[in-house]
């Protein structure tokens, strides 16, 4: 009897699992659900505290600090700062204080020249993708760049200025773009801190205003040259400061 029931067991079992594999195949399809890990988190904050001009020239970091800004352990904020430190984002100052590598002036015609080159790609894809939403958007941000700049906001600006020119690499299509454009911002992102004082921020800001007008009439031709004026005069400006 007992040999019998178990048999009855194990039949049952077996047809249930046959259904469920059954009903499975259904959903084979349906991609898996993809968790974000710390690591990445913490990496990206720390991208955008350079990008978003919260670090500068001179200005050192740790990881006990950034680890207790953040609330984080220790763990993913060393691997990020070892990730940015292998891309030569940072560098050792000493010991475990980290900071931002000084860049000669070769160092920095090296990065415009690429800058030049690739953001000015991106511009012309993003205008071929351009929308209505696009421009109102970057007419929004071109308000906040305004205020900044009256109100002599360096800080301000360099968070815009990135917002500005983000939302036009990302209208380009292509994360591959994006991706190198912003390891080069990474690179030249804490420089633009020396702007300021050799009233950049205006001229920056006509050539903005420029490059909108040009996307939303479809100019690829005065938006590329608007994009290059205004990255061929901070270098200018940084090559002459350095």
Known sequence: MYLIF?????????????VLSKRMKKFLTISPVKH???QSVVYRQICNLILEGEVEPGQSMTVAVLAEALDVSPMPVREALSRLTHSGVLTTVSGRTLGVPILSVEDLKELYRVRLEIEGTAVEWALQRRTELFVITLREILVDLDDAEKRSDNKAFIAG?????EAIYKQSGSEILLGII??????????????DA??????????????VDAIENGDTETARSALVEDIERARTTLTKMN
């Open 36 to 38: 974000e890990n710390l």
């Open 182 to 195: 912003r390891t080069l911002w990474l690179r030249v992102s804490p420089y633009f801190h020396f702007l």
């Open 198 to 211: 050799q009233g950049h921020l205006q001229l920056s800001n006509d050539c903005h205003k420029v490059i």
């Open 6 to 18: 178990d048999q009855k067991l194990i039949m049952m079992d077996n047809c249930l699992g046959c």
């Open 161 to 165: 200025n990135y917002r500005f020119h």
